[in-house]
T-cell receptor
């Protein structure tokens, strides 16, 4: 069965600091997809990234970067030079190829303090 | 991409009553998913709605409490039956990600049971 663990329930950092959100996953499938979503206080889910299990290349998008390591079953998310607008709940999620349903981690609530 | 419309966007209901939530997608999809997000919690998958067959429920969710209809490839409904205050949540429908794309979520239905 698939499982996503986000051990950090809540994180607070001062603006302009870098912050890394951890995500560890479990799956028995060899083909799977990993996601990060952001949920700001307004409540909508904002898609950030999708990676498939065959692509371990790390990705950078502006201030955001993702480190995918199959050896440790981790898909960590780093925000560089954080801003107050980054304050939100961030969800890591996993989908197995055989059924497409997405299972979410419990989320990490990130507070960026001015 | 897919555009998902959910109705109602919010409702306040009396305990013991039922509410039916509608989800309309602007393209044909084989599977649709229903999620629940309790206050301050993550998204939990309720069931997978397949067109032409009965929905598949996740552990902890039963058809009598959350009956689902899937009359065609663009529409589904979720009913929350015999509601209690514990059912107060946001309910979201979702369609799966395609190759190289994100999963799409409706805006959610914010339900309050009093």
């Amino acid at each position: 069965a698939q499982k996503v663990t986000q051990a950090q329930t809540e994180i607070s950092v001062v603006e302009k600091e870098d912050v890394t959100l951890d995500c560890v996953y479990e799956t028995r499938d060899t083909t799977y997809y990993l996601f990060w979503y952001k949920q700001p206080p307004s409540g909508e889910l904002v898609f950030l990234i999708r990676r498939n299990s065959f692509d371990e290349q790390n990705e950078i998008s502006g201030r955001y970067s993702w480190n995918f390591q199959k050896s440790t079953s981790s898909f960590n998310f780093t925000i560089t030079a954080s801003q107050v607008v980054d304050s939100a709940v961030y969800f890591c999620a996993l989908s197995e190829a055989e059924d497409d349903k997405i299972i979410f981690g419990k989320g990490t609530r990130l507070h960026i303090l001015p | 991409s897919a555009v998902i419309s959910q109705k109602p966007s919010r409702d306040i209901c009396q305990r013991g009553t039922s509410l039916t939530i509608q989800c309309q997608v602007d393209s044909q999809v084989t599977m649709m998913f229903w999620y629940r997000q309790q206050p301050g919690q993550s998204l939990t998958l309720i069931a997978t709605a397949n067109q032409g067959s009965e929905a598949t429920y996740e552990s902890g969710f039963v058809i009598d409490k959350f009956p689902i209809s899937r009359p065609n490839l663009t529409f589904s409904t979720l009913t929350v039956s015999n509601m209690s205050p514990e059912d107060s949540s946001i309910y979201l429908c979702s369609v799966p990600h395609g190759v190289g794309t994100e999963a799409f979520f409706g805006q959610g239905t914010r339900l309050t049971v009093v």
